[in-house]
């Protein structure tokens, strides 16, 4: 098993642009999430999915959109990119209830 | 989910044990107590839970207070290499969920 595989690893945009972070699992977790780190900071939940078809928010969803087409893929897309969103962005699989297996990261800088 | 409550930093000798507080004390009957660390920026690691009764696997051991308002994580034999970030979660063990992690505690190992 990959695991949870995330791309790409780094990333650079400039202030307006979107782009998607990508994210897939292999485990047949029906629980995703994403979450954003800012330096010297907790983990805060952006957006998670219970299954296809389902998703809500988290703690700080403003500025980005999911969806969940597939039980492998949980993409997370922002629309227009700002400098307070300038992050980590970790995602994170599970079966619902049980602990998350986190990807590598995809490390992100807004100019 | 229950909030919890950590130390921000805590320092331990290399081969003694780490004891790591954490405070929940409105966790719900249904809550597991869940504890992840993350080393470097990595993403963070499934450590270890438990409902009630005290927990013990190979990387730790968990110790629940018996009203559940409050554990412990404890790391054995200290080593360089659990310094890290150690996050402590309440967590529903069933049905839809949204999990969010605090800024846990930084533990440094000394040699």
């Known amino acids: 098993n990959a695991g949870v595989t995330q791309t790409p690893k780094f990333q650079v945009l400039k202030t307006g642009q979107s782009m998607t972070l990508q994210c897939a699992q292999d485990?047949?977790?029906?629980?995703m999430s994403w979450y954003r780190q800012d330096p010297g900071m907790g983990l805060r939940l952006i957006h998670y999915?219970?299954?296809?078809?389902?998703?809500d928010q988290g703690e700080v969803p403003n500025g980005y959109n999911v969806s969940r087409s597939t039980t492998e893929d949980f993409p997370l897309r922002l629309l227009s990119a700002a400098p307070s969103q300038t992050s980590v962005y970790f995602c994170?699989?599970?079966?619902?209830?049980?602990?998350?297996?986190f990807g590598p990261g995809t490390r992100l800088t807004v100019t | 989910d229950a909030k919890t409550t950590q130390p921000p930093s805590m320092d331990c000798a290399e081969g003694r044990a780490a004891n790591l507080p954490c405070n929940h004390s409105?966790?719900?009957?249904?809550?597991?107590v869940y504890w992840y660390r993350q080393i470097h920026s990595q993403g963070p690691q499934y450590i270890i839970h438990g409902l009630k009764n005290n927990e013990t696997n190979e990387m730790a051991s968990l110790i629940i207070t018996e009203d559940r308002k409050s554990s412990t994580l404890i790391l054995p034999h200290a080593t360089l290499r659990d310094t890290a970030v150690y996050y402590c979660i309440a967590s529903y063990s069933g049905g839809y969920q949204k999990v969010t992690f605090g800024t846990g505690t930084k533990l440094q190992v000394i040699p």
């Open positions: 485990m047949n977790h029906e629980y």
């Open positions: 409105t966790i719900s009957g249904n809550e597991y």
């Open positions: 994170a699989s599970s079966y619902v209830g049980s602990e998350q297996y």
């Open positions: 999915s219970v299954g296809a078809g389902i998703t």
